[in-house]
């Protein structure tokens, strides 16, 4: 090659190597910072990163890429702060833990990853699995499978016998002892060394069962399930590993403990009384409602098959508390963080919280921020996620019509961008 070819080269490769920019033409905007909606306005993209929201539809197509959004609002990527990743509750699945090897936990997983990422939702906090979570997290963050960033739990905490005991409803011979590995833990002792082991098996926050729960094998739904010393000592290891930590709660006395302790969500909250409440407001402590599971259970529960005999009574016990508690919270003021527990409804209908959160009495712009804004800062990364604007990860999506007047658009997303690429277009 002569020298005049190789410097045509050298400049082509200089030029793709500069990052092509695109330019998103929204015809509404909620950037989640201005408090309102913006109309016609441009998101300029570079790499993975926002690199300016602009006035006006700016840049053409000699500049770089145009998606034209003109019609659509356009929001940051969502986050559900309550899913499972890693299945999915129906008629079959409570024999699963016998028949399935992690390599198809796995597999199956990645079909429930891309239905989130689908749905808009470009964030997810995974409330508990077998620790297939972590491995799907560091696949979808490598690009070998398409999903959404991931922060997980790993392996819930729950003390013997409670919501999270892996072997609730084993016959004895195969019950065994699970201990702090298994995310069992009895005492102080096992609860430090319980976050410990998360946090070796690679976990971003700890999960604990504070009462009983009402889709494992086992009696009760409500009753307490830690002292306020053990969550004291879990809460306490994990801000060593800067973790925070949601206590899933159903009866009330375990819900006061956890918050008491310095829980920083409170997962369901279903039988939360005023008094818990305002303990809640006076400590910051969020509320992730996961109404959608609720309304999912109670449409099941006489699908025979679906859930095994001894779950039928708790979900008839709690359910009912969902249209009662969750006005009374949104009222008084407890913080909201949006969460679903998808799997134990289907992954990909996230979006339907939105539309029970507003029927509770929220606002729909205050429903959108728990998806938002403050996810992002439970999970820490308000530098790069939850609003839209310069520096922030390039999580994007949009909806057709205005969310604000009609909510259920949130359940119609037809753009999605995350950390800068296209997963969806309308
Ligand atoms: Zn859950």
Redesign the pocket.
């Known amino acids: 090659m002569n020298g005049l070819g190789k410097l045509f080269l050298c400049l082509l490769f200089a030029l793709s190597a500069q990052a092509q920019k695109t330019y998103l033409h929204c015809g509404q905007l909620i950037d989640c910072r201005s408090g309102g909606i913006q109309q016609e306005m441009t998101i300029v993209v570079e790499g993975n990163e926002i690199v300016e929201v602009l006035k006006g539809y700016v840049g053409s197509a000699s500049e770089g890429a145009i998606i034209d959004l003109r019609g659509a609002t356009v929001m940051p990527g969502l986050t559900d702060m309550?899913v499972?990743i890693e299945g999915e509750t129906g008629a079959g699945s409570y024999a699963e833990r016998f028949r399935l090897n992690p390599a198809d936990i796995a597999l199956r997983a990645t079909l429930y990853a891309e239905k989130t990422l689908m749905a808009g939702f470009t964030t997810v906090r995974d409330?508990?699995g077998t620790g297939v979570n972590v491995s799907l997290r560091d696949a979808i963050d490598r690009g070998y499978v398409k999903g959404p960033r991931i922060f997980t739990a790993e392996k819930s905490l729950a003390s013997t016998g409670g919501h999270a005991d892996p072997s609730n409803g084993v016959r004895k011979e195969l019950m065994g002892d699970p201990g702090p590995a298994e995310g069992v833990i009895n005492g102080v002792e096992d609860a430090r060394k319980a976050v410990r082991q998360r946090y070796k098996n690679g976990a971003d926050c700890i999960k604990i069962t504070a009462t009983g729960g009402v889709t494992s094998v086992s009696k009760n739904a409500s009753g307490p399930h830690f002292t306020v010393e053990e969550i004291e000592a879990i809460v306490a290891t994990a801000n060593d590993y800067n973790f925070h930590v949601a206590a899933?709660a159903h009866g009330p006395e375990g819900m006061k403990r956890a918050v008491l302790a310095g829980v920083t969500t409170i997962?369901h909250g279903t039988m939360m009384t005023p008094e818990i409440m305002d303990l809640m407001i006076e400590k910051g402590t969020y509320l992730v409602p996961?109404i959608s599971a609720g309304k999912y259970a109670i449409s099941k529960v006489e699908t025979p098959g679906f859930y095994p005999p001894i779950i039928i009574p708790k979900i008839l016990e709690v359910v009912p508390f969902v249209d009662k508690t969750y006005p009374e919270a949104f009222k008084r003021g407890v913080k909201v963080a949006f969460g679903t527990?998808a799997?134990?409804a289907p992954h990909g209908d996230n979006a339907k919280e939105f539309e029970y959160m507003v029927a509770a009495g929220m606002d729909p712009m205050q429903a959108i921020l728990s998806a938002t804004v403050v996810p992002a800062t439970i999970l820490r990364v308000s530098d790069k996620a939850g609003t839209l604007e310069k520096g922030k990860w390039a999580d994007i999506v949009a909806v057709p019509g205005n969310p604000l007047e009609d909510i259920s658009v949130m359940s119609k997303v037809n753009f999605v961008m995350k950390g800068g690429v296209v997963y969806k277009a309308p």
């Open positions: 309550h499972h409330m508990g899933h997962e996961t527990d799997g134990v």
